[in-house]
């Protein structure tokens, strides 16, 4: 009976997107963050701004996979415009720890060679994900820390900011003035890809919980966890409640269950987010795509910012949707 229940739930919110086995060109998808979304849905104009958002995150991904453009290259565009937009949690925009700093997370992932970077904990490094893509291509190491990662963004050339309050908002300052209620701000951005190569990649970047405890580093740069990609699976990006993510290794998980145990991508995502994990312990979701184009985007909140944009090998035409709440647009 509880199993019937949580495939009944599945079919009726996962709202994942199950390509049919053809040959594609490439596919994107991204997500923004899950959580309760229901006042959203009920005002218009800040829903057509998240739509707008998706919308061009979307574009700036298909802009460089429609012309042979390497995954890696625009899962790392999706992200950095992701933290550059303040109606996200990750970069400007982010939500801040108890004591009303900024601490940020990020991370990526290629499944070609299995060659992964993170950052955690970062105060002064503008874009994450690069800093994290740097750690992947020019260290030894998957992931460096605080004012070491810091340290290591500055002396290879990335964006620096000169003052840690530079990813705050006039929303974010207010709870940093009130420290009081929960914030209603969705967290984490992700964005995964199957290029027109085979390669597929997945990266992360948050801003972590809301009130965390200073150095709390949640599941987005836990390789694993929060990002996992694997050309002889899957590629996933996860957002929700990161200790309940970490512990159930949910994107690796994933991966492992299409892989070994032959379970299509929406099955695997469903049954993780459903069943081992659920609304209460462990809320939230995860985009996902496989290596044959397929798509899933499950979450067990009330809502969760997706979209996603494939090409089908000889066709023409674009497919993009886009969602928020419970429809895909």
Known sequence: MLRNYFLLAALLTSLSIQVKAQKVDYVLVVHGGAGNMKDLEKDSIHAAAYYAALDSALEIGNEILAKGGDGELAVLSVVSY????????????????????????????????????????????????????AVMTQTQHVMLSGAGADRFALEHGLEMVDDNMYFATPKTMEWIDKLKQESKKNGTVGCVVLDSKGNLT???????????????????????????????????????????????????????????????????????????????????????????????????????????????????NIIKKIGIGKVLK
């Open 82 to 133: 992701f933290e550059q937009n303040p109606l996200f949690n990750a970069g400007i925009g982010a939500t801040c720890t108890a004591d009303g700093q900024f601490e940020l997370d990020a991370s990526i992932m290629r499944g070609k060679d299995l060659m992964a970077g993170a950052v955690a904990g970062v105060k002064l490094t503008k874009h994450p994900i690069k800093a994290a893509h």
């Open 202 to 316: 997945a990266g992360t970047s948050t801003g972590g919980m809301f009130k965390k405890q200073w150095g709390r580093i949640g599941d987005s740069p836990l390789i694993g966890a929060g990002t996992y990609a694997d050309n002889a699976s899957s590629a996933v990006s996860c957002t929700g409640h990161g200790e309940y993510f970490i512990r159930h290794i949910v994107a690796y998980n994933l991966c492992s269950r299409v892989k070994l145990l032959k379970e299509s991508i929406q099955e695997a995502a469903d049954h993780i987010i459903f069943e081992e994990l659920n609304e209460k312990e462990g809320n939230g979701g995860l985009i996902a795509v496989d290596r044959n184009g397929n798509i899933a985007m499950s979450f067990n909140s009330n809502g969760m910012f997706r979209g996603f944009i494939k090409k089908e090998t000889g066709n023409s």
